[in-house]
């Protein structure tokens, strides 16, 4: 439970307006948020290697959002009507869907981001972390 209480602080209340409106045009905003989100998990380990996991690792998934690969990839094995181009993968990786269902896949996309950072983060902490 602290884990997950670590990733909700340092991914949403921590991060700045500045941090998510350009951490994916800006190394400067994505590291500093990555950081924050790193400094969150303070309390679950002292250990470096643990922290630049968490925090490196963040930086990547958030700079470049990877959770859109991991959307538009799934969305591969759908009927042809559900697919769309790497390219046509926006930040809410909306494809030919009517706009009504724009909310689902933004949803989506939004647990797919979690679920990454969460499984990363756990790994790293199980890994050089405090045992609980």
């Keep these: ?11 949403y209340v ?19 948020h990555a950081a924050s989100y790193a400094a969150c998990f303070l309390t679950e380990t002292r ?17 470049w959002r990877l959770a859109r690969y991991v959307v538009w990839a799934k969305n591969q094995v759908a009927p042809a009507e559900f697919r769309y181009t790497l390219e046509g993968a926006q930040w809410h990786g909306y494809g030919p869907r009517p706009a009504s269902d724009n909310w689902l896949t933004g949803w989506l996309l939004f647990i797919a981001d979690n679920t990454m950072h969460l499984m990363i983060n756990e790994w790293a902490l199980n890994r050089w972390g405090q045992k609980e």
């Design 47 to 63: 250990d470096p290697r643990a922290l630049a996991v968490i925090g490196g690792t963040h930086y990547v998934i958030d700079h």
């Design 1 to 11: 439970m602290r884990r997950l209480i670590a990733h909700l602080l340092g991914d």
């Design 14 to 32: 921590v991060q700045s307006d500045w941090m998510a409106q350009t951490k994916t045009k800006s190394s400067k905003s994505a590291a500093a």
